[in-house]
T-cell receptor, first 111, second 110 residues
Framework: ETGVTQSPTHLIKTRGQQVTLRCSSQSGHNTVSWYQQALGQGPQFIFQYYREEENGRGNFPPRFSGLQFPNYSSELNVNALELDDSALYLC??????????FGPGTRLTVL | EDQVTQSPEALRLQEGESSSLNCSYT??????LFWYRQDPGKGPEFLFTLYSAGEEKEKERLKATLTKKESFLHITAPKPEDSATYLCAVLSGGYNKLIFGAGTRLAVHP
C-alpha cells in the first residue's frame, strides 16, 4: 500500500512569486486536506477536497487555492507569496474513516 | 470556538522514566481525538484515535486515554527513540477538519 507522497521536498521562492505544491493520496482515499505548519506550532487547516470539490476552508486568504483531480491527487497553489508563507505544508488523505494520514510535507521558504 | 491546549510544551526524561502528556480540549460535540508523533522536518505519523470518554488505546510503550475534557498520552519506560513532538488534534466542523494543539516536544536521554 502506497502512503501519501508530496513534491517537491523543499522549495525556495521570493516575495510576490507563485508556487504549486503537489500531493498524491494514499490508495483508496478520496479526501485530501492541506495544512500549514509554522515552526514550533501545530498544523493549521487550509482547506479540504472531497471528490474534486472544496469541502471546507480555514482562515486563509483567497490567494491560497487548490484542486483535486479524478485520481484524488491534489495541488495547493499560493499566489503573491509573502514572507509569512514560509512554513511546512502538509497534505493528508482519508477515506470514509475520520483518520487522516499525512505525507512528509513540503518545506517552503519565501525570501 | 474549538480549541486544543497541550502541556507541557517540552519535557525531558531519562531513559526508563515514565511520564504523561496532557491534551485539554474544548469542542462542540467531540467526533474524535487523535494523537500523532512528528519527527523534526517530517509529517505527523498517526498513533491513536479515541472517540468517547473512558476509551483507552495502547501501542508498545504508549497508552492514550480520554475523558470529557482532556486526553493523556502515557509513556512507560521511554527509550531515546521515543524522542519527538507529540501532537493532539480534535475533529471539528461538519467536515473532517483537524484542530491541533501546539505539541509537546519530548526528549529522552540515555
Amino acid at each position: 500500500e502506497t502512503g501519501v507522497t508530496q513534491s517537491p521536498t523543499h522549495l525556495i521562492k521570493t516575495r510576490g512569486q507563485q508556487v504549486t505544491l503537489r500531493c498524491s493520496s494514499q490508495s483508496g482515499h478520496n479526501t485530501v486536506s492541506w495544512y500549514q505548519q509554522a515552526l514550533g506550532q501545530g498544523p493549521q487547516f487550509i482547506f479540504q477536497y472531497y471528490r474534486e470539490e472544496e469541502n471546507g476552508r480555514g482562515n486563509f486568504p483567497p490567494r491560497f487555492s487548490g484542486l483535486q483531480f479524478p485520481n484524488y491527487s491534489s495541488e495547493l497553489n499560493v499566489n503573491a507569496l509573502e514572507l509569512d508563507d514560509s512554513a511546512l505544508y502538509l497534505c493528508a488523505s482519508s477515506s470514509n474513516s475520520d483518520t487522516q494520514y499525512f505525507g512528509p510535507g513540503t518545506r517552503l521558504t519565501v525570501l | 470556538e474549538d480549541q486544543v491546549t497541550q502541556s507541557p510544551e517540552a519535557l525531558r526524561l531519562q531513559e526508563g522514566e515514565s511520564s504523561s502528556l496532557n491534551c485539554s480540549y474544548t469542542v462542540s460535540g467531540l467526533r474524535g481525538l487523535f494523537w500523532y508523533r512528528q519527527d523534526p522536518g517530517k509529517g505527523p505519523e498517526f498513533l491513536f484515535t479515541l472517540y468517547s470518554a473512558g476509551e483507552e488505546k495502547e501501542k508498545e510503550r504508549l497508552k492514550a486515554t480520554l475523558t470529557k475534557k482532556e486526553s493523556f498520552l502515557h509513556i512507560t519506560a521511554p527509550k531515546p527513540e521515543d524522542s519527538a513532538t507529540y501532537l493532539c488534534a480534535v475533529l471539528s466542523g461538519g467536515y473532517n477538519k483537524l484542530i491541533f494543539g501546539a505539541g509537546t516536544r519530548l526528549a529522552v536521554h540515555p
